[in-house]
């Protein structure tokens, strides 16, 4: 995960993840696929994204997951002194991280869930 290329946090299994995909293949970027499901990012690694992202862990969190509701998410805070518990549970659990996020070369990142974030991609 350096800036100066581009990478993809993809689950094959989710549309909106090979929406991205396919819109980066579409536009003639080169990019690196990490299935970050079977290769979970460390917390250092969210840390990382998440200062790309201008970002809380809570924020780009799937609170509707099994495991969110088990782990009891919804009652976690959403404070600084929060945040680590919130890392810790995104390193374990990446289903928990919303997808894909997008990498990009100029040192971005974006949640690429919809078109008109893909298409910012272009820019």
């Known amino acids: 995960m350096t800036s100066g290329h581009t990478e993809i946090w993809h689950n094959p299994r989710c549309s909106k993840s090979r929406n991205a995909a396919a819109h980066l293949d579409a536009t003639g970027v080169d990019y690196t696929v990490r299935r970050y499901l079977d290769d979970p990012p460390t917390v250092e690694e969210l840390r990382a994204v998440l200062a790309r ?45 919303q997808r894909p996020i997008v990498l990009t070369a100029d040192g971005g990142a974006v949640v690429a869930r919809d078109e008109e974030t893909l298409r910012g991609l272009d820019r």
């Open 53 to 97: 992202l201008g970002a809380e862990p809570w924020e780009i969190t799937r609170t509707g997951e099994d495991v969110a509701k088990e782990l009891g998410l919804s009652g976690w805070g959403r404070t600084e002194a929060d945040r680590e518990r919130w890392l810790a549970a995104l390193a374990e659990h990446p289903k928990l991280i």
